[in-house]
């Protein structure tokens, strides 16, 4: 019947949800503990997502989800970067240093 369909069709959808939601579950605990930096920022150039070794490599510590690029991002290369990557949509690399160390972030 037409009910039962509605019944199936709204199980598989809550299915699906949750499947999605474990998957973003581990993927964002497996950003959070790797050693490498990532920091997102949406459309609006605001804050998505630091994870600690980003936070870290780039002196951000305090740094909140929804702030804007340039509240965040103090180094100007790396504030460059980003900036060209949100324009362009393509990955840019770019190598600085800190504390007389060389870093390198893609």
Known sequence: SLAQ????????????IASVSQ??????LAMTSMPIGILT???KLK???AN???KALLGIE???????????VRIPEVFDCILATHESGKPNEI???IN???TSLR
């Open 5 to 16: 369909g509605i019944y199936a069709m709204a199980d598989s959808m809550k299915n699906q």
């Open 23 to 28: 998957t973003y579950e581990r993927s964002s």
């Open 41 to 43: 920022f949406n459309e």
């Open 47 to 49: 804050l998505d997502f």
């Open 52 to 54: 600690p070794a980003g």
């Open 62 to 72: 305090l740094a909140e989800i929804g702030q804007r690029l340039i509240e965040v």
């Open 95 to 97: 190598e600085f240093q």
């Open 100 to 102: 007389q160390g060389r």
